[in-house]
């Protein structure tokens, strides 16, 4: 005997993940129908108001514009042919579209009658042997593909008067043909019907009250068929499931879901996804659990657009799309980074979303972290709250922000928090949670502007202090030691002593970063120093500007540059500089960290990126769709604990679960979706082919040809990356930048080509690589060159036989020739130096840079170097050097230096800051320290600072 499932469902911690699709609004009507994927994998959606496909990447509504004006806009169902057609069905009969043609085509049952109740179409179907049925409020329906009409199907009700009071035994809510090929008819009120079309036989199971092995109610809503072949039955009273081999139903309404149910789809794990008029119900099939996702209109955080769900559908990658009343969400496994930041009113929350340090702390199993205004905070992982903790006031005229502002910081071996800050160098004892100002003998002083700590593997601490250098205090002789750098470059010295970075290596020397200086090596047995900058590596060493070190695998250092990351083999003392990671990173590289396994994370002010080594050197990057906390991370803002991974921004930090296993099997198979000749667009189905590949044709002349490629993978589909080849004019695999979906193709000669496409989805599986188009150019150049030639020759010929007959008008024709030549030749060149006039385009850059100055005022960013402002007018460094040196005479320096020197002489003249100090006001302007502020202002107006105060203030009293 089967009974019903009677024991209490518990509910659980949701593990999926709602996303919204991001083109909702572009969508016909957000009233969502249904949505199913196609042959080709484009996923389609039905609406209030008619059809839209997406291929990943673009949203494309289905034309109007060739149909009838009796159109029926309100789609009820979809389905895919055999030919990669679309069928579509509506309040007024079934529409075909052909992708190849474009064209739309109209079926009704009986068009001849207007009052037909069978035009209205409320589900298709496609059989085992390829043949579409069509369910409709009046009976079911077949396509016959000779006669292209529909025909009735016979073995179901069909009425040909309307008769109101046995109209429910003919509507087929829902078809459904199972794996054993047998046709399922949901009616509405009049329970489900079983047809083996091959046996001519059916049966008929209805609701009833009395049996517990019945259907839930006589009103079916959908029918769906798991990977384990079992049943499942969506009604207006909940769902159940059939029993093939006892020939019964298992009624599911003690699961607390005694209510319309639209549809059913198996997660792929142990769940079933339960489309509701109240949400979306996730049953775990073994512990018969049930977890509610719904509308919060209060928190759109994992929140349904609406509780209406109209739909479910999963696709071929795995993706579950849920269509409601008020727009489309997809459904996924939770990923491996989670956000936390400042939630305002909770104070177990960040208590301040700008994080200048992070300090992993193993015996705690926690994250201190130093706050750009609130003290520290440590982050418990164990319960996942934050405490608190503001520094003692060293300078009582400091506001408390700017007391609570952390430079950086370092939990030694003892367990105790070093904290460097614009005031003083702190220890906090997290045992008593007191804090100490820091002052070492000799100088028996607080060490202010304390930029990096170091604690070596002897115990030894090395300290960096703004304009001062390195120092070293060894607490065995309590004795605090200047460092003074010897081979120091003598140009700018004080670059050498304004270090943002200090790491020990494995070999335990110390690795120092200089601000826009490069990066040394200290050896601390000889006291000799090595210093590495981009010149002298010759490009090696990417940046002169460094962002991060850190101890690697096999011996290695990695270093994060502005312009991308480099590698240093410790044992053979040489840089290792992988310049396809960089291409693909195409930026500043802000941080480094490596899980066990040797995948390596890096921060950037891009996302985070993963890199896998491998040949293709496998790279997923990952964005602020993926909910980081930003796309910008604070160089050094990382820390490591066990399998977690911690990266701090100025919107809080992301924690990377290392463990978890993303379980993504999907394999993409990757096709282009178009092609953009000019202005000329259109899909790949409109080519010719050859050898069922298809064929572009193109002449040399076609210098804007784009091809747009998908490989219908729809999982976070903004990380899936492609690598093409054109063969033979390629010799290597080209990346398509993080995002894009397109091709431009180069200019190429005339003559056959091939396109090879690869990709990968969302966790860096690649597929197989695809022959996917044909490309045939030819040349119109070819003729004219050949008539061109024709004409020369005849031209020659003429001549020559113009000089057999007549030599004296060929001497002639020489002697003026001669004569000519040497005027020319003779007549003085003037030595004119024209201004250097830009052109249209170079004007438009011109003012472009300007304006980044003038209106953005990006010279206040301390960081900026060549190779952001670059970025940021769409220049490469090199064409931004030609230009500064062209019209405006200066190298880079000279001209960011240039306007912060301005600005802080409009600074010193206005009077809301003579409050403020000449350093306020510097470092305003951008200047990193006294010392460099003092140099450039002095460079640049022939006097410091002071002077020009003092003249300002003898301005004024002459006034």
Known sequence: MITCITAFIPVKATQL?????????????????????????LIWFGTNEWAAWYDGYTLQKLSTAELHNNLSKKIYCLQNDKYDNMWIGTANGAYRYNKKNGLVEQYRPDPDNKLDKSKIIYSIALSPDKQIYLGTRNGVFTYNEN?????????????????????????????????????????????????????????????????????PSNFIQNIYEDRFGNLWIATSEGFALYKREQDCFVSYQSTGIKRLVTSVVDDGNKSLIIGTDNGIAIYERTKHIVDWLQNNPTNNLNSLLSNNVSTLYKDRSGVIWIGTSNGVCKLSEKGNIYLFKNIPGDEHSLSHNTILFMQADSHRNGIWLGTGAQGIDFFDMDNQIFSHYNLPPINNNLPQSNRNHILTGLLTKEGKLILGTTSALLSFDPQNKTFQTLAFPPEHQPLKEVYALCESSDGNLWISVLDKGLYMYNAKQDKLTHILLKETPEDKPDIFTNIKIIAEDENHDIWMAFHQGGIACYNTQSGKTKFYTQENTHGLLPDNLIWGIQNLNHNRLGIATASGITFFDLKNRKFILDKKINKIINGAVTSILQEKNGKIWLGSER?????????????????????????????????????????????????????????????????????????????????????????????????????????????????????????????????????????????????????LLRSSNTEGKWSNEKEVLKIDITSIWTTIALVTLLLIITLLA???????????????????????????????????????????????????????????????????????????????????????????????????????????????????????????????????????????????????????????????KQE
């Open 17 to 41: 993940d709602i996303e919204y699709f991001r083109l909702n609004n572009q969508l016909p009507s957000t009233s969502i129908q249904c949505i199913t994927q196609d042959k080709e994998g």
């Open 798 to 956: 003429t001549f020559y036989l113009l000089n057999l007959k007549y030599p004296k008008f060929y001497k002639k024709y020489n002697k003026f020739k001669n004569k000519n030549t040497t005027k020319t030749l003779k007549t003085p060149q003037p030595n004119i130096i024209l201004p250097k006039l830009p052109d249209n385009k170079t004007r438009k850059i011109i003012d472009a840079l300007i304006s980044s100055m003038e209106n953005d005022h990006i010279y206040t960013n301390k960081r900026l170097n060549k190779a952001q402002l670059a970025t940021l007018i769409n220049l490469s460094e090199s064409q931004l050097s030609q230009i500064l040196k062209e019209f405006f005479g200066k190298g880079f320096n000279d001209f960011v230096n240039y306007y912060r020197v301005e600005a802080v002489k409009r600074k010193l003249q206005a009077p809301q800051y003579r409050e403020y100090t000449l350093l306020g006001i510097g470092d305003e302007c951008g200047f990193n320290s006294k010392t460099s502020f003092y140099r450039v202002f002095k460079e640049m107006t022939g006097i410091t600072p002071t002077e020009y105060i003092e003249q300002i203030n003898k301005d004024r």
């Open 607 to 755: 996302g985070i990126f993963s890199v896998l080594p491998s040949p293709n050197n496998d790279i997923i990057r990952y964005s602020e769709m993926d909910g980081l906390q930003g796309n910008i991370f604070f160089y050094q803002v990382k820390a490591q604990l066990g399998p977690y991974l911690f990266f701090g921004g100025d919107n809080g930090f992301n924690v990377i679960d290392t463990q978890k296993n993303i379980k993504y099997t999907y394999i993409p198979i990757p096709a282009i979706t178009s092609i953009r000749n000019g202005n000329k667009l259109f899909r790949i189905q409109e080519l010719d082919s050859e050898k069922n590949i298809p064929l572009l044709k193109l002449t040399t002349e076609d210098k804007d040809c784009i091809i747009n490629v998908s490989n219908f993978s729809y999982i976070k589909e903004w990380r899936n990356r492609f690598q093409y080849q054109i063969m033979p004019y390629d010799t290597t695999w080209y990346w398509i930048d993080f995002g894009k979906n397109s091709i431009k193709l180069p200019a190429l000669s005339s003559g056959k080509y091939t396109l």
């Open 147 to 215: 006669k292209n009409s529909l025909e009735l199907f016979p073995l179901f009700a069909h009425h040909k008067e309307f008769n109101e009071a046995i109209k429910s035994e003919r509507i087929a809510k829902k078809i459904y043909f199972d794996k054993m090929g047998l046709l399922w008819i949901g009616t509405e009120g009049n329970g489900l019907v079983m047809i083996n079309i091959k046996e001519q036989s059916q049966s008929h199971y209805k609701f009833d009250p009395n049996n517990i092995n019945s259907i």
